[in-house]
Nanobody
């Protein structure tokens, strides 16, 4: 079974930056892709960014393109999310997730709060 541990959330002023990390551990036989999702207050969970572990191909939500960068360290089974030029609307609980078999995210982290003040 795969476990995910997230870190790096917090409170930041608008225009600031944060870096989230997510380390996968446990019975890791295959990781097709890793990604970040977020759930703003009172809203549904939404995709932020994903990255394939083999080729490093990335996918971003339109709302974060040009501001957020997802990257991965295959040797450490870790994915990062560098968030720059943060806006109050980026406030949300951010979740790490892995897609092991290409069928969508199947394992989720516990979530980390990101709060951007105006």
């Amino acid at each position: 079974q795969v476990q995910l541990v997230e870190s790096g959330g917090g409170l930041v002023q608008a225009g600031g930056s944060l870096r989230l990390s997510c380390a996968a551990s446990g019975s890791i036989f295959r990781l097709n892709s890793m990604g970040w999702y977020r759930q703003p207050p009172g809203k549904q969970r939404e995709l932020v960014a994903t990255i394939t572990t083999s080729s490093g191909r990335t996918n971003y939500a339109d709302s974060v393109k040009g501001r957020f960068t997802i990257s991965r360290d295959i040797t450490r089974n870790t994915v990062y999310l560098q968030m720059n030029t943060l806006k109050p609307e980026d406030t949300a609980v951010y979740y790490c997730a892995v897609d092991q078999y290409g069928a969508g995210p199947g394992v989720w982290g516990q979530g980390t709060q990101v709060t951007v003040s105006s």
